[in-house]
């Protein structure tokens, strides 16, 4: 990638960063203080879920948007409209205005990561684009998920996201700093209705409802189970430093992993990081919730920074095939945050875990091979 590709790939990754504050805090905040801003406890999964269910169907969209009018164009009515809704969760009174700014955060996020996969997969060396492009992305949220504990032990629930959303002002700067006319590259190709998922996008999937979906929810739930003594604000905090160190990992490890799997294969890289994230989600399970965490967290932001350059190889239309993947993991995310925040209140959560890590494991064995030559065998014994 050129230096000026890099540049473009690097503004639009600090876009999407400092337009996600709001949205990063949601996941540890609202699970254990939905009370406090007036929602019921039924309501919370759905909340946190409808931005993806929104993405799901705008992913899509999206990839045609950006082939009409260019990647620059959509990405700064994307970053306005997450500012918005930022902003609008501190005037939110009830479900139904919680409801439509979850929606629009849906929107904006959607145009925002497929804009910053188009100007990372642009450039020739893709892992390292995708790499650095997934760290500085995450940078944002990362902050947030340090900093708004310590602003929402001082000032009320609304001041802390008109505070996020001001901090989220930046955003529109540098999706505004972007290239004019170097976009032009976007893929121009449809995306129908998803096809049954291949082996590879099925991984995506449930491990996803699983990582996006449940842990993020239930994390300061666990740490309640496991340690009953502690107190919501606590179990909060502990979940949003938790929450932070997932997006430390994705900051530093993301753009490693992208170098490295330049060089020895993506393959490689994705086989290692599936293993340890399986390990890490029976460590979990088994009460050990936060060397678990940092385990699980760990490796899957190097599955996930290299998932786009793994997907998009030998595909004609690159963007559309990291659309599509996309928006499995945008099924499973909203699945996985709906089921935890079911799960909330279920004595079923560790069990539920176990089952859905014994699900990983089959489709794993499968992706490598290993189940289709088992059978192979026992069937020539025939």
């Known amino acids: ?46 909340l946190l879920s409808i931005n993806r269910f929104v993405r799901i169907l705008s992913n899509g969209l999206m990839v045609q948007l950006f082939s009409r009018y260019g990647l620059r164009t959509i990405m700064i009515l994307a970053v306005t409209l997450a500012i918005f809704s930022t902003a609008g969760y501190a005037m939110a009174s009830g479900v139904l205005t919680w409801v439509l700014f979850r929606v629009c955060w ?62 989220s002002i930046p955003a529109l700067y540098f999706a505004v700093m ?15 209705f998803l096809k049954f998922p291949s082996t590879f996008n099925s991984i995506t999937l449930v491990t996803a409802i699983i990582i996006d979906g449940i842990i993020v929810v239930v994390l300061g739930v666990l740490f309640i189970h496991y340690r009953e003594s502690i107190t919501p604000l606590v179990a909060t905090s502990l979940a949003a430093f938790y929450l932070g ?28 990081s599936m293993t340890m994230i399986i390990v890490g989600l029976v460590v979990l399970a088994s009460g050990w919730v936060a060397t678990g965490a940092i385990i699980i967290f760990s490796f899957y932001s190097i599955q996930s920074a290299i998932t786009p350059g793994s997907v998009s190889q030998g595909q004609s239309h690159s963007l559309a095939a990291v659309a599509e993947n996309a928006t499995w993991r945008d099924i499973g995310a909203a699945v ?21 890590t014994f699900g990983i494991v089959v489709l794993f064995l499968f992706h490598l091979g290993t189940i289709q030559r088992a059978l192979k065998i026992l069937y020539a014994w025939k």
Do not use: H
Not at 28 to 46: D, K, Q, R, T, Y
């Open 106 to 167: 849906g929107l904006s996020f959607s145009a925002m990561r497929i804009g910053t996969l188009g100007y990372a997969l642009q450039g020739a060396k893709q892992g390292t684009a995708l790499g650095i492009s997934r760290g500085l992305q995450e940078a944002g949220p990362m902050l947030a998920l340090f900093l708004t504990p310590l602003l929402l032990d001082g000032l009320n629930t609304g001041m802390t996201f008109v505070i996020l959303s001001t901090m």
């Open 336 to 356: 996985g945050t709906l089921l935890g925040g079911i799960l909330i209140a279920s004595p079923f959560l560790i069990q539920t875990l176990l089952i859905a």
């Open 178 to 192: 972007l290239p004019r006319g170097e976009d032009r590259t976007a893929s121009t190709a449809s995306m129908t």
């Open 1 to 46: 990638m050129s230096g000026n590709g890099l540049k473009a790939s690097a503004y639009a990754s600090l876009s999407l960063a400092f337009a996600s504050f709001g949205d990063a805090f949601l996941y540890p905040f609202l699970p254990i203080n939905n009370v406090a801003v007036g929602i019921p406890i039924v309501w919370v999964g759905v």
């Open 245 to 272: 160190f997932r997006r430390v990992c994705l900051v530093i490890l993301s753009p490693a992993s992208g170098w490295v799997a330049d060089r020895i294969g993506f393959a490689r890289v994705f086989s290692t």
